[in-house]
């Protein structure tokens, strides 16, 4: 059913990830993502993997969870995999047979990268569970907020990203609703052709943008009708503080970062 | 054995998750050929659902349902031929609309059953009558329509298929009353010439008794009763209890009848609650 989607991912909970600033949530998993892409060899990799599981045992995020976000992107994994595994030619050869040959380097370029993979996945995973959509906006306003200087439109960026996210559900359903009275006039949707079922898809395409657009216009006029009028003097239910445990765990991530770097120097492997 | 048939047909929506809820319970219904049937129920009560599984749109949890003889489901390759018997029209089905003119969007139904050019023809036009839709109107785009306009070109697109069922789910949510009574009345004209069984789905009292002869009463997802009109509002205070009405002046009349006034038991509409008012002083005058 069109319906199990799910988009907004929140997982709810109090951890103390949970609790963090979502500004520095951000901050973090964009320190660890440096951290993955700067590491060289697989000590560094291991570092990230430490990081991965302290974040992961505070977050109370249940291993099925985690397991479910690396499902969908295990073909690109499959897929890289095997294009690093046959066209590396560095190192030992290993097996070689008519034109394909297998190296030991393609085989440890293809383990660096299966991990280095489900590693960012997890990563970011976490930060989407541990943070629901409208903390997250709100976060990348206040992180955006700098910009306002060179009028860049920050507020409204965050706003249009809110009321996405608010709607995705609302035209899950209205989508379910459309392809059922469809099917109901005897619509096919699931057989034929690559094209027929391209052209089956009018039918529920044209109905569905007519009525987001309505839901648009009538979403603007009851925001304006409420004397919306932008981020300007604007006061927020729920202010960003930060606590001092934000700050241990940027220090944490900034370890973590330095612990890679000197991996990458002075250890080989 | 009806032409609509269902055993014990349950549906659970969110199986095995803490949104598990009962939507209808251990349905067992029989209606017969030709028959015009309300269906009321408060919100909830699973009237859609119900209505939703008489096409096969939804695959009952267990528990069977029969249309025309033939088990939905029993065979896949048949479902598409079943749906084609049992028009269902969905609540607000002006949203439904998306061709460029009126009269393609009509035919998107017959055409995908498969019809000729000039059955289809004829199909869209004798339609477009029955809705009160004028020839002026099947070239313009349904976008350019009225609310009530467009509603009844989505309605005429499901009877353009000429079903042997016609599903009606809430057809007069959100018109004016002038919309309404068009709206009813023309259901009404279809029944009469056509004679197809028409399910209605409501929560009005009002709307129902006046188009009706039978009434299904759903409640928390059962079959609280099913029966004929009269029968349905003389137990108007059980009705009440699970917040259905019965109709205004159908209560006016229970009272006088209460205070001893001679009526009889059948007053829906206020139409004929006002030829009997007005025949009872013709009575008292002459006498």
């Known amino acids: ?269 | 054995m009806g032409i609509i048939r269902t055993e014990d047909l349950t549906y659970v929506y969110g199986e095995g998750t803490p949104f598990r809820k009962v939507a209808i319970d251990k349905i067992n219904i029989d209606i017969d050929e030709g028959e015009i049937v309300g269906v009321i129920g408060h919100t909830g009560s699973g009237k859609s659902t119900l209505m939703q599984h008489l096409n096969g749109l939804l695959k009952p949890t267990s528990g069977k349902v029969y249309i025309d003889g033939e088990e939905l489901f029993a065979d896949k390759s048949r479902l598409k031929d079943i749906r084609f018997k049992v028009g269902l029209v969905f609540q607000y089905p002006e949203y439904q609309l998306f061709e460029e003119t009126v009269y393609k969007d009509i035919a998107f139904g017959p055409k995908n059953m498969g019809l000729g050019e000039d059955e289809i023809d004829r199909r869209v036009r004798e339609t477009a009558r029955l809705v009160g839709l004028g020839e002026e109107l099947l070239e313009k785009s349904p976008f350019e329509l009225s609310g009530g306009q467009k509603r009844r070109v989505a309605i005429a697109g499901v009877m353009a298929m000429e079903p042997k069922v016609l599903i009606l789910d809430e057809p007069t949510a959100g018109l004016d009353p002038r919309g309404r009574d068009r709206i009813l009345g023309l259901i009404k004209e279809y029944h009469a010439e056509k004679g197809t069984t028409v399910l209605l789905v409501s929560h009005s009292m009002e709307d129902v008794a006046k188009t009706v002869s039978k009434i299904l009463v759903l409640s928390d997802a059962k079959v609280f009763m099913y029966s004929d009109r009269s029968s349905v509002f003389a137990r108007a205070d059980e009705l009440t209890s699970m917040g259905l009405t019965v109709p205004q002046v159908t209560r006016v009349f229970d009272r006088l009848r209460a205070m001893g006034i001679e009526f009889d038991d059948e007053v829906f509409s206020v139409d004929y609650a006002k030829d009997l008012v007005l025949k009872l002083l013709e009575e008292k005058r002459r006498h």
């Open chain 1, 1 to 269: 059913m069109i319906k199990d989607i799910t988009i907004g991912q929140f997982f709810p909970g109090k951890s103390v990830i949970h609790r963090l600033d979502p500004r520095i949530k951000l901050l973090l998993t964009v320190m660890y993502i440096v951290m993955l892409f700067i590491a060289k060899s697989f000590s560094g990799l291991g570092v990230g993997i430490v990081f991965m599981l302290i974040s992961f045992l505070l977050s109370g995020i249940p291993i099925k969870m985690m397991l479910k976000s690396i499902k969908p992107i295990v073909p690109i994994i499959i897929f890289t995999g095997i294009l690093n595994l046959f066209f590396i030619s560095s190192g030992d050869v290993l097996f070689e047979w008519k034109f394909i040959k297998i190296t030991s380097g393609g085989v440890t370029t293809m383990v660096f990268m299966a991990v280095r993979i489900i590693l960012l996945i997890c990563g970011t995973s976490l930060l989407t569970y541990t943070t629901s959509p409208i903390t997250l906006t709100d976060a990348i306003e206040r992180i955006l907020s700098p910009l306002k200087v060179i009028k860049f439109p920050a507020h409204e960026i965050a706003m249009m990203m809110t009321i996405a996210l608010r709607f995705i559900p609302t035209l899950i359903e209205e989508t379910d609703k459309i392809m059922s009275a469809q099917k109901a006039r005897g619509a096919d949707l699931e057989t034929g052709s690559l094209i027929k079922r391209a052209k089956a898809l009018i039918p529920i395409l044209i109905p569905l943008f007519v009525s987001a657009f309505r839901r648009a216009e009538e979403l603007a006029l009851a925001m304006e009708c409420r004397c919306y009028h932008g981020g300007e003097g604007r006061t927020r239910l729920k202010q960003l503080k930060t606590a001092p445990r934000d700050y241990v765990a940027v220090a944490i991530g900034a370890l973590f970062i330095a612990a890679v770097i000197l991996l990458n120097r002075f250890s080989p492997i």
